[in-house]
């Protein structure tokens, strides 16, 4: 059976052999929208909860908009330009109106990833700017959460009258979903709430992993800080497997988000029924796995659905290698992942030590494979698990010393599938 996995931007055929009990979970989803522009329109003028943009935009001066980074495949070209035009048919000046770049701790986006993001003439004709973490005099402190997490957000977005977001909901690994609450923080806060809203107490929550909101710590800290940061109106969509829109949701955002998680759980859960053997999976190609670093997303999707001590097998091309310095350097220190949970338990929180904690969370009770062409393989020897030069070699080794018969699910798409076992995570 040849199958086609979700591999950079080109895709990967890999051909299973006969034998064991394959099971492809190929993405669900709503289909696409008939007229994507007219449910937008709609749903502007007619949110699911609160008032309508035009009539949030007639008191106010000045609009700031967050937006995710080149890591997300999000069609702004058709979700931004009518949120725009809605702004400024009410009088606001163009030139108050400020695009932020959420890129959290990730890199500064570049001018030509600005103009893919955007499109062309949306960032030539916007001030558009970079969210930058580590400079704490570009933030302003708003308190602390009930938990004790320090409230910092980018000024450029509190000064503003309006603040705005415009994203995409989908699955995630602590957060259950992502999309509107994630682009305050992390998208647009300092590094000291991202570090917090990272770090053990929260990432060893089992609650927080894909698909689960109810209950999930992470999540409710970060719709505590929305409300803190005075989040005013989100506009999310949906997407189906070739990126078309599916659901578009807008509105007041702890109401408007639960109704897109609603919509998107029921149209894209699969239950397994039991655990399966081995997984194979993927970050969903291109841009999810540009690096190490975010396809290790791939990973975690498949974890929740593998037996302990089975194994999963990820497909990621890694264009760009591993990732940040940080996580580099995380990497080379050569740590066990149970040395490494170990180490960082009750010490400082390091920029992206929680890929990796989510990761060794996975194998500590897995065996895990890659196929990584793009990863220096300078790291190879540094991975919780091994690292195999073609695609063939990774499937005979995944393959091999299972029993006949055994169930092997297939995520072409990784973490765009949202697959439990028994109804849990709902």
């Not at 053990?200 to 710590?217: C, H, Q, Y």
């Not at 497997?241 to 639960?258: C, M, Q, Y």
């Amino acid at each position: 059976m040849r199958i086609q996995l979700a591999f950079g931007r080109a895709g990967l055929a890999l051909d299973l052999p006969s034998g064991p009990d394959w099971r492809v979970l190929d993405v669900r989803s709503a289909p696409p929208l008939p007229d994507a522009d007219a449910a937008i329109a709609q749903a502007l003028g007619a949110p699911v909860a609160g008032r309508p943009l035009a009539e949030l935009a007639g008191g106010a001066r000045s609009a700031a908009i967050s937006v995710c980074d080149i890591t997300r495949p999000v069609p702004y070209r058709t979700m931004l330009p009518p949120l725009l035009a809605c702004l400024e048919r009410k009088g606001m000046a163009r030139e108050a109106i400020t695009i932020l770049i959420a890129t959290g701790l990730h890199r500064q986006a570049t001018d030509a990833e600005i103009k893919e993001i955007l499109g062309a003439e949306t960032a030539a004709s916007y001030r558009v700017v970079n969210h930058r973490a580590r400079e704490l005099a570009e933030h302003r402190h708003l308190g602390s959460t009930r938990s004790g997490t320090p409230v910092y957000i980018d000024e450029r977005f509190m000064a503003a009258d309006l603040h705005i977001t415009c994203g995409l909901i989908e699955p995630h690994l602590m957060l259950g979903f992502s999309g509107g609450r994630k682009l305050i923080a992390p998208g647009v806060a300092y590094q000291d709430t991202i570090k917090r809203i990272h770090s053990p107490k929260f990432m060893r929550d089992p609650l927080a992993i894909e698909g689960s909101v109810e209950g999930n710590s992470v999540h409710a800290e970060l719709m505590e800080i929305s409300r803190m940061a005075r989040h005013d109106f989100m506009m999310d969509v949906t997407i189906t497997r070739d990126r078309r829109i599916s659901g578009v949701f807008a509105g007041t955002p702890e109401k408007t988000h639960a109704e897109a998680v609603r919509f998107l759980t029921g149209a894209m859960r699969h239950n397994l029924g039991e655990q399966v053997d081995a997984v194979i999976t993927t970050s969903a190609g291109y841009p999810l796995d540009l690096t190490y670093y975010q396809s290790i997303k791939g990973v975690t999707a498949a974890g929740k659905i593998v037996k302990t001590g089975g194994k999963i097998l990820l497909f990621a091309e890694c264009a760009e290698g591993v990732g940040s310095p940080d996580f580099a350097a995380m990497l080379r220190a050569g740590h066990t992942d149970r040395e490494f949970l170990d180490r960082i338990e009750n010490a400082p929180v390091i920029p992206d030590q929680w890929q990796l904690e989510k990761l060794a969370l996975v194998t500590r009770r897995a065996d895990v494979l890659y196929y990584m062409p793009g990863l220096p393989q300078e790291y190879w020897p540094l991975l919780w698990g091994k690292a195999f030069r073609s695609a063939e070699s990774a499937l005979a080794a995944l393959v091999g010393g299972l029993r006949p018969g055994a169930a092997i699910a297939v995520l072409p798409e990784g973490p765009y599938v949202l697959a439990d076992v028994c109804g849990t995570n709902a």
